[in-house]
């Protein structure tokens, strides 16, 4: 079991991490401007999921390798950007054919739920800045006379998860919110999904140059 102490020192760490915006926070905005309320909740979804997967890869022991390996750290942050890229492309090519339903989100998903959450996961697990926390940070709150080290990083874990879970979907919500206003015209309403497209791409440009500390 992880201590009490052990626990909320990693809690206090990881709201401090989550609380600067990084590639998933941005991930959800682009997605929430240019697809609305529903697709932002999905993608949001998708982001825990992919990020728990490196959870579950670093308490395997797996992460320490991508964190180590400069080669593979690089190869997974390239692969996570050129998706942000195809989504952005993808976003801004259909921008004009987003039509709002009576509850201010579109009448049929742009991509279906399952592929925005898998979107999602793919892009969360292939987070530069949750490979880093989750590989370089997390080990350091286990208790090695405890034993149990990949259970006790698994329980760790759904702390930020939790935290990510709640912030995120607060960001979805808000942007998706400023969306339905932008929906009252459908040229606002394309010129709003054209800004969602064009900060994925952005945001997938930053990923693939920003650098790691070594």
């Known amino acids: 079991m992880v201590s009490t102490d052990r626990l909320l020192a990693f809690a206090a760490m990881s709201l401090l991490v989550i609380a600067i915006p990084g590639p998933s926070v941005l991930f959800v905005i682009g997605r929430a401007l240019a697809h609305g309320r529903r697709t932002a909740l999905a993608t949001v979804l998708g982001n825990v999921l992919g990020s728990y997967l490196l959870v579950a890869a670093v308490a395997l022991g797996l992460g320490s390798l991508v964190e180590q390996s400069a080669a593979v750290f690089v190869a997974v942050k390239l692969a996570g950007a050129a998706y942000l890229v195809f989504l952005g492309v993808q976003a801004f090519r259909h921008r004009k054919e987003m039509k709002m339903g009576a509850a201010d989100v579109p009448a049929q998903p742009a991509r279906g739920d399952l592929r925005t959450i898998a979107d999602g996961i793919l892009v969360g697990v292939t987070?530069?800045?949750?490979?880093?926390?989750?590989?370089?940070?997390?080990?350091?709150?286990?208790?090695?006379?405890?034993?149990?080290?990949?259970?006790?990083m698994l329980m760790l874990g759904l702390v930020p998860i939790s935290i990510g879970l709640i912030t995120d979907t607060v960001w979805g919500l808000t942007a998706s919110a400023a969306r339905a206003w932008f929906a009252r015209s459908e040229r606002r309403l394309s010129m709003i999904g054209g800004a969602g497209g064009f900060a994925m791409i952005g945001l997938g440009v930053?990923?693939?140059?920003?650098?790691?500390?070594?």
């Open 127 to 152: 987070n530069p800045k949750g490979i880093v926390f989750f590989a370089a940070v997390l080990p350091q709150f286990v208790d090695h006379a405890a034993g149990g080290l990949p259970a006790q």
């Open 206 to 214: 930053t990923v693939a140059a920003t650098g790691r500390a070594d």
